[in-house]
Structures are given as structure tokens and as C-alpha cells.
């Protein structure tokens, strides 16, 4: 059965959404065959999680959608939408995908114009450690954005009680694994 690796909550981490058409922006970074999606995470740390080939990103920003659609019909005229998410790359697989998403879809009628600026910041990474990269990371994190980023994340764990949905989500994801001869999984 797969576990928390720690007795922590898991992360998370608000994933970069284009500001027109609201899908999850994914880029490959330095050329390669995999797309990584910007995200930021406590504190204004950024990251690049990674979403596999370009199928599969195209998968997963379906999957994105789909939800989107299915618990806010109104998320395409929303004031704002956020995806947040944990990636887990589970290495011992035989057969599993390149990362393992476990995602929620938040709507609000409210406009959030901190939540827009990080998007756009985020949406402008193409490289990790670059110049941009670095002038960003320190720009969320400093006051008075990293306290908002810390506070927002809190309260979305709390509304979410994300510790227990993604227990739930690796559960299911772990049942649907096909058992595998030498595959343990614990």
C-alpha cells in the first residue's frame, strides 16, 4: 500500500493556470520530451511538477477540465479558479504513470488579483534557476505576498481536509493498480 512518506500533511501546491482560457500551463523546460507545470507552494517556493509526455499532460489538463466543469459549470466565467495538487512520482511501478496528480478544483465569484499576479508570474518560467526564476522566487517570497500565499494554502488545506483527501485518493489510485508479480507495495 503506497504511504505518506512522513507523519507531515502532504503539500500543496497551486498550480500555474493560463489567465484566458483557465487550463493548467504546462512548459518543457530546456527542450525535453516531458512538460513540467509551474506551481508555487508555502513560503513562495516555486516548482516545476512534473506531468509526463505531452499525452499525458494533455490527459491530466483533461482531467483538469472535466472536474473544473463537473463542480463549478460556472468556472469558465469565474472571478477565479484555482487548482492546487500533490504530485507522488511512485518509482517502484512497474507500470505506473510517469507522476501520480491528486487535485482539487476551487471557485470563487470573488476576484483574487494576488492569485492572478502569481499565475502571471508563473506562466513566465521557462527555466529553473534562471535569472527570472530567481527574481520571482524572491519576489513571492517576501512579505506581504509570502504571508498571503502561507494563509491562502492554509485555509484551502483546512476547507479541503487535504490530509484525508489525498490519503482517499492514494487509496483508490492503489486499488486500481493491477497486481503485478515482484511489484510490493506497501
Known amino acids: 500500500m503506497l504511504k505518506r512518506l512522513t507523519g507531515e500533511d502532504p503539500s500543496m501546491h497551486i498550480l500555474a493556470l493560463d489567465l484566458l482560457t ?4 504546462g512548459i518543457t523546460p530546456g527542450g525535453e520530451d516531458t512538460v513540467s507545470i509551474p506551481a508555487i507552494t508555502t513560503d513562495g517556493r516555486i ?21 473544473m466543469t463537473q463542480q463549478h459549470p460556472e468556472a469558465r466565467n469565474a472571478a477565479c479558479i484555482a487548482v492546487v495538487a500533490v ?11 510517469y507522476s501520480y496528480f491528486i ?11 494576488e492569485l492572478e499576479q502569481i499565475y502571471q508570474l508563473l506562466t513566465g518560467l521557462r527555466k529553473v534557476g534562471d535569472k527570472h526564476w530567481i527574481e520571482v522566487e524572491k519576489f513571492l517570497g517576501s512579505e506581504p505576498r509570502k504571508s498571503w500565499i ?20 492514494l487509496a483508490l489510485y492503489q486499488r486500481s493498480l493491477p497486481m503485478e508479480e515482484g511489484n510490493e507495495q506497501e
Do not use: C
Open 87 to 97: 504530485n507522488y512520482v511512485i518509482a517502484n511501478l512497474k507500470k505506473s504513470p
Open 47 to 67: 516548482s516545476f511538477l512534473p506531468a509526463g509526455s505531452l499525452e499525458e499532460f494533455h490527459k491530466l489538463q483533461q482531467a483538469i477540465s472535466d472536474r
Open 22 to 25: 483557465k487550463e493548467v500551463f
Open 150 to 169: 502561507n494563509d491562502v494554502i492554509e485555509i484551502w488545506k483546512q476547507k479541503l481536509n487535504w490530509a484525508d483527501y489525498v490519503e482517499r485518493a
Open 103 to 113: 487535485f482539487a478544483v476551487l471557485g470563487s465569484t470573488k476576484p483574487m488579483p
